[in-house]
């Protein structure tokens, strides 16, 4: 009798095929099977991966200012606070809704140059590119709370009275804050640097003001752009003013005069300006930065101060806190409406003509 012997190779070649037909089988059977009787290792996978991607991208750090941004702001040390109106999701909202809409805030002063309160819808008539536009909106002492930007001259030009400034502006800090509104100290010489971050706390804002170190140089025209900036950062549906205290001796500025105005014209910034001349001789001032300030400040809206002697800041810090108490606001839907990304003239008179009256002069229109 003849024995067969064991062949262990055989066996293993007819073993694989029988094993890869079952993975096969096993891998199907999951496929076919219905979600909820499925294994939940690819689930909890997917979900795993899913909630990092979600954190990756709710945790992401914000982008940083763009490359060759004139001058710098050196923030505060202690941490801005986060303002729920900034939210990405939040703003795109409203800004669908309002889109279109534009809004000029109006100061109009009597024959004394003192404000003119409580005059009715029907006074204003508004004109943008000269074509009568209607009214939409209309606040005859407006509720827009303010974002405010105080910024102060530091460089050694400017230094001889800043004890006059640094007065004036605490006790204007005191005397405009309401609820709502938010200030910001800024000093600036060859660089801006923002002292005390946009809040609400007096002391705060006071203590910053009056430890104002001295500098070099005059970068007015890189105060104007970057305070624009942070203010537009704040958010929308509140009113953005630049308090500018200087002797207009522009000297260390990266951007120039356009730069600057267009900024505030786009971010619908309000200027207000005090010039504290150190001589009152035309020869020895510096009258073209006079000039310039000058038709930055129209092309805004605001107004311009020339006091005598410093004692004089505490009486205009008044006249502006009384002013931004009685500014109207007007909004209207442009018909026709611009094309994009073009400057739109605004016109706004009052009735009777005997009033003045100050605007922001253009807008920059947004996309289609």
Do not use: C
């Amino acid at each position: 009798m003849s024995i067969t012997p064991f062949r262990p190779h055989i066996t293993l070649l007819l073993a694989v095929p029988a094993l890869l037909f079952a993975g096969v089988a096993f891998s199907q059977d999951q496929s076919d099977r219905p979600p909820w009787a499925r294994k939940p290792k690819s689930d909890t996978t997917a979900g795993s991966n899913s909630k990092s991607s979600t954190t990756s991208t709710s945790t992401a750090a914000p982008s940083s200012s763009p490359a060759g941004e004139p001058g710098k702001i050196v923030q505060p040390t202690s941490p801005v606070p986060v303002d729920d109106s900034q939210d990405p999701a939040a703003q795109r909202g409203r800004i669908r809704v309002n889109v279109n809409l534009v809004n000029v805030l109006v100061s109009v002063l009597d024959e004394k140059n003192r404000p003119a309160p409580d005059l009715p819808r029907e006074a204003f008539q508004l004109f943008e590119e000269g074509v009568e536009q209607k009214i939409d909106k209309f606040e005859s002492e407006t509720s827009q709370p303010l974002d405010l930007a105080i910024m102060i001259d530091s460089s050694l030009s400017a230094h001889k009275e800043i004890s006059f400034e640094q007065e004036a502006a605490a006790h204007f800090i005191r005397q405009v804050l309401r609820p709502g509104d938010r200030l910001s100290v800024f000093a600036f010489d060859e660089n801006v640097t923002q002292v005390a971050a946009f809040s609400d706390n007096v002391a705060e804002l006071q203590s910053a003001v009056r430890k104002i170190p001295v500098g070099a140089g005059t970068s007015i025209y890189d105060a104007v752009l970057l305070g624009s900036r942070a203010l537009e950062r704040r958010g929308d549906d509140r009113r953005r003013v630049i308090i500018l205290v200087t002797d207009a001796g522009e000297t260390t500025s990266n951007s120039d005069f356009d730069a600057a105005r267009k900024e505030a014209v786009r971010s619908n910034t309000l200027l207000y300006t005090i010039v504290i001349r150190p001589v009152k001789n035309e020869s020895g001032r510096n009258t073209a930065g006079e000039h310039a300030l000058e038709t930055m400040t129209d092309t805004t809206g605001g107004a311009m101060f020339y006091p005598d002697t410093p004692q004089e800041l505490g009486a205009i810090f008044d006249r502006i806190d009384r002013e931004l108490r009685t500014q109207y606001l007007l909004a209207y839907y442009p018909t026709p409406r611009g094309p994009a990304n073009t400057y739109r003239s605004i016109v706004v008179t009052v009735n009777p003509a005997t009033y003045h009256v100050r605007h922001r002069k253009s807008y920059l229109t947004g996309p289609q």
